[in-house]
């Protein structure tokens, strides 16, 4: 069965630290993944993929994720963190084998403190 | 703007009751998903339409049901509600470049 976990329920950093939220994955195929950020009352918003080429994927606002095929693991990163960052991130992985269907970790509460 | 409109944003309705939920997805995608994302469960699947046919099921009860019109636009039928169906419920759209597009949800609160 497909899944994915985000192993943190809540990440707290210091503005213009790097930051990391993390992300693995089981897929039975090659894996399709995906971070998107959801700001409070907001719809998530898509954040950046990964589908094949190189391990480090870059997006938008900054953000970076890097592949690692051993690990199963999609982790988001930042250089340097930002207060706006603060929100609650998402890791998915679509299953091409089944429809397309996505399957979402359960999130992750970033904390930037100034 | 994402392009997925979902109405309306906010939704107070008594247990027992009935409501519907709908989504319009981006101009040109087929697929429609739709997922519940409660306090305590994170973001869940509930159920996809492709192209106006019922293409995947999640954790979707009984008393819940979608279609998709010829239009392509979707609704989510939520029946004899219950405190616990209180939550935000999402429609996303896509193509088949891998990418899905989320509308702004639509708040539900049953009291």
């Known amino acids: 069965a497909q899944s994915v976990a985000q192993p943190e329920d809540q990440v707290n950093v210091a503005e213009g630290n790097p930051l990391t939220v993390k992300c693995t994955y089981s897929?039975?195929?090659?894996?399709?993944l995906f971070w998107y950020v959801q700001y409070p009352n907001r719809g998530l918003q898509f954040l950046l993929k990964?589908?094949?080429?190189?391990?480090l994927v870059k997006g938008s606002y900054g953000f970076e994720a890097e592949f690692n095929k051993s690990q199963t693991s999609f982790h988001l990163k930042k250089p340097s963190a930002l207060v706006s960052d603060s929100a609650l991130y998402f890791c998915?992985?679509?299953?091409?084998?089944?429809?397309?269907?996505?399957?979402f970790g359960s999130g992750t509460k970033l904390n930037v403190k100034p | 703007d994402s392009g997925v409109t979902q109405t309306p944003k906010h939704l107070i309705t008594a247990t027992g009751q009935r409501v519907t939920l709908r989504c319009s997805p981006r101009?040109?995608?087929?697929?429609v998903y739709w997922y519940q994302q409660s306090l305590d469960q994170g973001l869940q699947f509930l159920i996809q339409?492709?192209?106006?046919?019922?293409?995947a099921k999640g954790n979707i009860l009984e008393r819940f049901s979608a279609q998709q019109f010829p239009d392509l636009h979707s609704e989510l039928n939520l029946s004899s509600l219950e405190l616990g169906d209180s939550a935000l419920y999402f429609c996303?759209?896509?193509?088949?470049?891998?990418?899905?597009?989320f509308g702004q949800g639509t708040r539900l609160t049953v009291v």
């Open positions: 996303a759209s896509s193509v088949d470049d891998g990418k899905a597009f």
């Open positions: 897929v039975s195929g090659n894996p399709y």
């Open positions: 990964y589908i094949t080429g190189d391990n």
């Open positions: 998915a992985v679509r299953d091409m084998d089944n429809f397309n269907k996505f399957y």
């Open positions: 101009s040109g995608d087929l697929s």
């Open positions: 339409y492709y192209n106006g046919e019922e293409r």
